[in-house]
């Protein structure tokens, strides 16, 4: 009924309301069987090409996690772990893969061989872990699934239908680990995340074409999810267990709380910044948090700290697409022209590629 008033709000009330949320229904509760089918026989064929003695699930109302679980473990590479997730958990074909993660099916298919292959002879043990372990582990599965939706996203194109099925089966992967493992506050944390990011998505791209923050209309934002993200945010600080899953959500708040962008609360952002950087130190943060410190301390200042980044992250786009947009912020439009081109040249994403060269042709 929730999805049908959101669904309504947006598109009208259809001629028969009650056909619709029958219709609604049986789809909702056969991509529901679709999923459980696909956990069933993938969790069959690892536990079968691994060491019989090591496979051991444990015992709960929902045994997706152990494979989940399973397939992220740190044997593999972060590259291997997403790839086993998306086709062992979410049941998607090489070629989904490749359009996911941006590289040739016959990559995909030998990192997942190569993956089965490392899981067999490690022996990996298809269960939760406990104690010390599992907030490394679970960690671990909660980048996996961040991951998988930034993929979703980034893939906005010819596929549209496929992109967001992905980004909803992420969605679904933080929703299960949150809901099973109750007392973990940054699994409350990452699914608050990614409730604010889906309610931003219809704004967030335009016929394949990725549109900025500032230019969004805000009216297209889902409220119903802004407020489920609210309250998994408010459930994950009451465990009183702080991490950066549960920063990132609250840093993302900050935006679905402002009824324009005037209204963000940039001041607040960086502080929640400064505390994400003592969980996650990364050059990748320190970007994030310039692109803030801009909005409250000017773009001079956010400037230094970019370029102070270069030797870390010059291989990086964003680093250049950023701070070629500082650069025309204090004036410097020929420097500024020049970094965009070499973001450009950079990825590989063809809606980031658009998104630049129109940014260049302005």
């Not at 944390?189 to 889906?198: E, I, Q, T």
Request: proline fraction near 5%; hydrophobic fraction near 50%.
């Amino acid at each position: 009924v929730e999805e049908a008033l959101v669904a309504w709000r947006r598109e009208g009330v259809p001629p028969r309301p009650g056909g619709w949320l029958l219709q609604a229904a049986r789809h909702n509760a056969l991509d529901r069987l679709r999923r459980d089918k696909v956990y069933r026989e993938k969790l069959v064929a690892l536990a079968e090409e691994s060491d019989a003695n090591a496979i051991s699930p444990s015992p709960g109302p929902d045994e997706r996690l152990p494979l989940l679980f399973g397939c992220c473990h740190p044997a593999l590479s972060p590259e291997s772990q997403l790839a086993l997730t998306l086709r062992a958990v979410l049941g998607l074909t090489t070629a989904q893969i490749a359009r996911a993660t941006l590289e040739s099916p016959a990559s995909v298919g030998q990192r997942i061989s190569r993956a089965k292959r490392k899981m067999a002879a490690v022996g990996v043990p298809l269960r939760i872990p406990e104690g010390e372990d599992r907030a490394a582990r679970l960690d671990l599965v909660l980048t996996v699934i961040s991951v998988m939706y930034d993929a979703a996203h980034l893939a906005a194109g010819a596929d549209a239908a496929a992109d967001r099925d992905l980004a909803d089966d992420a969605l679904w992967l933080a929703r299960v680990v949150a809901e099973e493992l109750p007392a973990e506050a940054e699994a409350a944390g990452l699914h608050a995340l990614l409730l604010f990011h889906r309610a931003r998505e219809e704004a967030r791209s335009a016929g394949g074409e990725l549109v900025l923050l500032h230019e969004q209309d805000r009216a297209r934002w889902d409220r119903a999810l802004i407020a489920r993200g609210q309250g998994e945010l408010a459930r994950a600080a009451s465990l009183r267990a702080p991490g950066r899953w549960q920063l990132h959500a609250a840093i993302a708040a900050c935006h679905t709380d402002a009824a324009t962008i005037h209204d963000t609360d940039w001041p607040q952002m960086l502080v929640l910044y400064d505390m994400l950087r003592g969980y996650d130190p990364s050059p990748i943060v320190a970007l994030n948090r310039a692109v803030v410190l801009a909005r409250v301390a000017g773009a001079r200042s956010a400037l230094m700290e970019v370029e102070a980044l270069r030797d870390r992250l010059s291989g990086y786009h964003l680093w250049h697409a950023v701070r070629a947009h500082l650069l025309r912020e204090v004036g410097r439009l020929d420097d500024a022209d020049d970094a965009d081109r070499v973001a450009l040249s950079l990825t590989a994403n063809g809606a980031e590629q658009r998104l630049l060269a129109a940014r260049l042709a302005r």
